[in-house]
Structure formats: C-alpha cells, structure tokens
C-alpha cells in the first residue's frame, strides 16, 4: 500500500517550497503535486495561478522528487495534459516513480506507456460509484488494455466498507484521499488499498507498523 503525503502535508503550504523540504519528516511513500499549464509552461498550484512564473515549474518539482527518491502524485487539473507531464518525467528520469489522478480520463490511454493511472470518478458517471458498479468499472478500466491503468482514485466518503469489499471481490484497485482522521485511516488501511493519501502520513505509517507487530 502507497502513504501519499498530500500536497501541504503537516502544514507545510500545498505545493510549496517547505512541503518538499519537509519529505523525510512524513514517511511517505509519495509526494503529491497539482499540475497546471500556461502556455509552454508547466507548474504546480491547487488553483489556476494570476502570475504563474512564481509558481514552481514543474520540471523544478521533479528534480526535488528525483533527490527525495520518493514517487510522485501528479494530480492533473487540466484535460489532455498527461502527456506533456508524462514526457518531462520521461526526461527527469523518474517515469518510473509517477502515478496520475485528477483529470485523466479512460481516453487518454493511448498516451500512457509508463508510471501508474488511477481514475477520478468523473469517469464512471455512467454507471456511478457504487458497491454495485464496481465490477462495471474494473471491466470499463480493463478495455483500456492498459496496465498502468491501476484502478479509481476516490474521496473517503465513497470508499464505504461496502464499496471496499465490493471493489477487493472485483479485483478493482483502488486509491483513496484525503483520509486524516485516525479512526478513518485505521478502518480504510484494514482493506489494504493500492494508495492512500493523507496530509497526516506520519500517523498513518505509525499505524501500519503498529499493526504489523501485532
């Protein structure tokens, strides 16, 4: 299972200079980051930035995951720019240790050839994220025939017990955000989901080990 720190973890301020400074103090797995475009450039910010330029471009972002050696959540705000993203891990060297969310769609499959995909739920307003769609959507994630194509990425409200167990019978992978509460991360890491992802990671690594001396 993947702990991702989420983007401002303990503090630190979402895609901020602080958060990367700060990676070995969560022990995670992963870093996440928010992408976003102007033109040719390619930065990080939650939000569409008034002055971009003082964002931090991405290429900067992956050179600072690249010293940290952890993986990255790249978490796509704009449609049909995982490829651009994609290219500039390739470059970077660290294809390898990228997974996406956000606004990746089943369509843009054809332009994934390294890292890991799980898909927001916006993609499965056809058939909705239910225990009862699950297996409807590991079969819509399998016509991709793409394996970086991983699973969903969905919010902790949607991942019931039920959804859980209905997704682990289904084979479907699943990644979960933002999950802080520790009586939520004790019960979400009981399912053993591919990801994760907290702004308290620290915790959630202290629980994981806590369980496993049991």
């Known amino acids: 299972m993947i702990i991702t720190a989420h983007g401002g973890a303990m503090g630190t301020g979402r895609n901020s200079q602080k958060y990367f400074e700060r990676t070995a103090d969560y022990r995670a797995d992963a870093l996440e980051i928010d992408v976003r475009s102007r033109g040719d450039l ?5 939000l569409p930035a008034l002055f ?16 940290s050696g952890l993986m990255v959540n790249c978490d796509i705000k704009e449609r049909r720019l ?3 993203v994609l290219d500039l891990a390739k470059s970077a060297g660290i294809a390898d240790k990228v997974y996406f969310t956000g606004a990746v769609t089943l369509e843009d499959s054809d332009d994934i050839d390294a890292g890991a995909v799980w898909l927001n739920a916006f993609n499965f307003s056809e058939v909705g994220v ?12 399998g016509a991709t025939g ?3 194509y991983r699973g ?6 949607r991942a019931t017990d039920e959804f859980m167990r209905a997704a682990a019978a289904a084979g479907l992978g699943v990644s979960v955000y ?6 939520e991360q004790r019960r979400l890491a ?17 629980l994981l080990e806590a369980e496993a001396e049991k």
Not at 42 to 46: A, C, D, K, P, R
Not at 52 to 67: H, N, Q, S, T, W
Not at 178 to 183: E, I, K, L
Request: overall charge positive.
């Open 146 to 148: 793409n394996p970086a």
């Open 52 to 67: 971009p330029g003082k964002c931090i471009p991405l290429a900067r972002a992956f050179d600072m995951v690249a010293e």
């Open 130 to 141: 239910t225990p009862a769609s699950a297996a409807r959507i590991k079969v819509m994630i």
């Open 82 to 84: 995982v490829k651009r």
């Open 190 to 206: 009981a399912f053993r989901p591919d990801n994760i992802t907290t702004n308290r990671p620290l915790e959630l690594r202290r």
């Open 42 to 46: 390619l930065y990080i910010s939650h």
């Open 152 to 157: 969903i990425n969905i919010d902790k409200r």
């Open 178 to 183: 933002t999950v802080d509460d520790p009586a």
